[in-house]
């Protein structure tokens, strides 16, 4: 009577329900028949399958364990994965945005370059008719027409050319005295600066042109491009005058003053009102 149920094992695969546990099982049913004639020809199945049957059980459990904690873990990614999905759509939708901003800018900065170039070329054009203008206004004051057509000269009418300068004397009266400032303004309204000596032939020059004809008191001298600054002399281009014997220390104020009654310039007040001389360099012709 010990028949195998092949077919339980095939419509239940579970191992919980094997062929050899219902083998036993119908061992153990024969048990009392067996025990007369066959003693002790197995052990007692009950204890044999209590065992199997617990750790079906605990391996049912075991699956089932591992199953929620697969699925808890697996949706844990999910969310995570799905977190990360939102996450990267908004970036993307971030990055979408700024790439339309920049293809805004972009534009804006083709159409300032559009009208920059153009606005270079305006000034070129500008700059063009400039120079045609200034080359026009050279001519008309280096080379005046005279008698025997166009004549350049090194310095402008009115201006004395001495070496590679040219000087321009304004031994005003009284009433146009300017301080050292106000004939500086002067000197550039016409193209110039306060006179500058480069050597001692200069300095001589501009000394003996410091007319003081009518000695007049009031009158100090002629203003230069010399002054203080930094409790230094220095020439108005920055430059600090190499030699110092060639004006007293600045006891009397911060400007040069040149008088052709002194063989050295002398310091004044920047603020008084005195003559000037304006200087520029020669053109070669
Ligand atoms: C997207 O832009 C907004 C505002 O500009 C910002 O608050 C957010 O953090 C950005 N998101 C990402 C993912 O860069
Ligand atoms: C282009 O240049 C003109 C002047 O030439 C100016 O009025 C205008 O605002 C400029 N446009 C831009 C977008 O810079
Ligand atoms: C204007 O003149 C200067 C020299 O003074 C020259 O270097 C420059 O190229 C000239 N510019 C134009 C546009 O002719
Ligand atoms: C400089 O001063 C002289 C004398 O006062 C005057 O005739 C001349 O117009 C002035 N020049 C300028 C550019 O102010
Ligand atoms: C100085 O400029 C004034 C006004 O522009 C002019 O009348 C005068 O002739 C100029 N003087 C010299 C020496 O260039
Ligand atoms: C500044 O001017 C002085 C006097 O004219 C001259 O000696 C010197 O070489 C000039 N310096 C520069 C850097 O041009
Ligand atoms: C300095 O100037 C004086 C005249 O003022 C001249 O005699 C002397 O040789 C000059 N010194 C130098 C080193 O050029
Ligand atoms: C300073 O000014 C006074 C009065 O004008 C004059 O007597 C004196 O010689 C001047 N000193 C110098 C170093 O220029
Ligand atoms: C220069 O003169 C002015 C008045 O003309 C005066 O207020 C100032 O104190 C004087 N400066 C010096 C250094 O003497």
Known sequence: ??????????????????????????????????????????????????????????????????????????????????AENLQLKEQNQN????????????????????NLTEQILNMETKWTELNVT????????????????????????????FQSSCFEVYDVAASHLKTWEEARENCSGNNSDLAAAVNEADREFI????WNSWNDPSIKGYWIGLRVEGGQWKWINGSDLINSSWVDAPTNGSCAVSDDNQPRWKSANCSDRNRWICGKKAITV
């Open 1 to 82: 009577m010990n028949r195998k149920p092949q077919g339980l094992v095939v419509q239940n695969p579970s191992v919980c329900f094997s062929a050899e546990t219902l083998e036993e099982g119908a061992d153990y049913v024969n048990a009392a028949v067996r025990t007369v004639d066959q003693p002790e020809a197995s052990p007692a199945p009950k204890v044999r399958g209590l065992p199997a049957l617990a750790a079906c059980w605990l391996s049912l459990l075991l699956i089932m364990a591992l199953r929620i904690y697969f699925t808890s873990v697996m949706s844990d990614n999910n969310m995570r994965l799905t």
């Open 95 to 114: 990055l979408t945005a700024e790439n339309l901003q920049l293809k805004e800018q972009n534009q804006d900065l083709e159409t300032e370059k559009k």
């Open 134 to 161: 200034r080359a026009q206004w050279s001519i008309d004051n280096y080379c005046p027409k005279g008698n025997n057509g166009r004549q350049c000269r090194p310095c402008q009418d009115e201006w004395l050319n």
């Open 207 to 210: 000394i003996s042109h410091s």
